[in-house]
Nanobody, 128 residues
């Protein structure tokens, strides 16, 4: 079992930056994925990036370049650095975890609902 709690959302001007955090409860699994996903009103949840227990990260193609995922194992905290934000980046941002994942991270980015554990999300709004 993993509890996840996102923070760091808010309102930012287009072109600005924001860093999201996700505090995770401790667990004993040695193999896991942690990732960031987002969902805009009226749209499906989409994957942004996943990082694994070894620190290897995978990004959805459209998210490469402006988003950076990182994991601080000592603090059990996942981060998402977002730069050059655009109005279309406005969404609820969620972190999620998958323990002992049977599939590769690219698959989970395309199938967000398969991630087992989710936070409640943090809202990001973009002003132009």
């Amino acid at each position: 079992q993993v509890q996840l709690a996102e923070s760091g959302g808010g309102s930012v001007q287009a072109g600005g930056s924001l860093r999201l955090s996700c505090a995770a409860s401790k667990h004993t699994y040695s193999t896991y994925y942690m990732g960031w996903f987002r969902q805009a009103p009226g749209k499906e949840r989409e994957g942004i990036a996943i990082i694994d227990h070894d620190g290897k990260s995978t990004y959805t193609d459209s998210m490469t370049g402006r988003f950076t995922i990182s994991l601080d194992n000592a603090k059990n905290t996942l981060y998402l650095e977002m730069n050059s934000l655009k109005p279309e980046d406005a969404a609820m941002y969620y972190c999620a975890a998958e323990l002992n994942p049977p599939y590769d991270s690219t698959w989970y980015l395309s199938h967000p609902v398969a991630m087992d554990y989710w936070g409640k999300g943090t809202l990001v709004t973009i002003s132009s």
